[in-house]
């Protein structure tokens, strides 16, 4: 039987190639891969579905594919409700609240905040007892204060770079973020042991990898 492994593209897939061949596993279609979506290891039972992160988690939960591989930002916005296994320790960013420098985080005010990711917004201000008005945001979120679309901004940062290229401020640090890894409930009841010796596999390349670092 081949285990089904979606793998988020971008990001997520490039820092993780590195991790999967340091377990053994051939990635040789992966790395060579043009416009094709699904791959197979040569040296082992698995296949790779290459897809967005929102839609990895769909496909956990319709158990269309075994494990995902995919960002804690991800699954904490789409609630997700499978059974996460291992943190690879890779994709590490952090969610802030970050704004022009005049914004005044303790005005009295309803504020508006842009983000890609309304859930952990709301969340994030529920626990501050703070009503705000969220708009979604599809990407180049730093825009969101600079135009006077939004007061702030939730989003990710990880090296600081596009925060200070655009003169915004951290105002408040939220949860930390990496790749994880992630099984449907189902699919770990029917291939306990193949799973269970896919994880284990990357298990001891993160514990290697920490030690060297
Ligand atoms: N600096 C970062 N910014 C955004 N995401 C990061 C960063 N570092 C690691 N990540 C992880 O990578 C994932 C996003 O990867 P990537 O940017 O390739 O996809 P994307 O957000 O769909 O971008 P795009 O829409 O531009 O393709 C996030 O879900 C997060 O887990
Ligand atoms: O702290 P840094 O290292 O600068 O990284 C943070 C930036 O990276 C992400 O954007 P991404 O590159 O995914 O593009 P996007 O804005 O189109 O989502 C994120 O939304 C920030 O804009």
Redesign the pocket.
């Known amino acids: 039987m081949n285990l089904k492994i979606a793998l988020?593209k971008?990001?997520?897939e490039k820092q993780v190639i590195p991790l999967l061949e340091k377990a053994g596993i051939d990635c040789t279609q992966l790395r060579n891969k043009k416009r094709r979506l699904i791959f197979n290891s040569t040296s082992q039972p698995f296949e790779f579905i290459l897809a967005?992160?929102p839609d990895v988690t769909t496909f956990l939960e319709r158990g269309v594919v075994d494990i995902g591989i995919v960002?804690s930002?991800?699954l904490t916005e789409h609630r997700n409700s499978q059974y996460e296994l291992l943190d690879l320790q890779t994709?590490k960013?952090q969610f802030v609240l970050a704004s022009t420098n005049d914004f005044d985080p303790d005005e009295p005010k309803r504020k508006i905040i842009g983000t890609k990711y309304p859930n952990i917004t709301k969340d994030y201000f529920d626990t501050l007892g703070q009503d705000v008005e969220i708009i979604k945001i599809e990407?180049s979120v730093e825009l969101a204060p600079l135009i006077g679309l939004t007061d702030a901004i939730v989003d990710?940062t990880?090296t600081g770079t596009t925060l200070r290229e655009n003169n915004l401020k951290v105002f408040d640090y939220l949860n930390k973020?990496s790749?994880r890894v992630v099984v449907n409930r189902m699919a770990l009841k029917q291939h306990p042991q193949e799973i269970f010796e896919f994880v284990d596999q990357l298990k001891k390349v993160v514990t290697e990898e920490k030690a060297l670092s």
């Open positions: 988020t971008g990001r997520v967005k992160g960002g930002d991800i994709g960013c990407g990710i990880e973020v790749t």
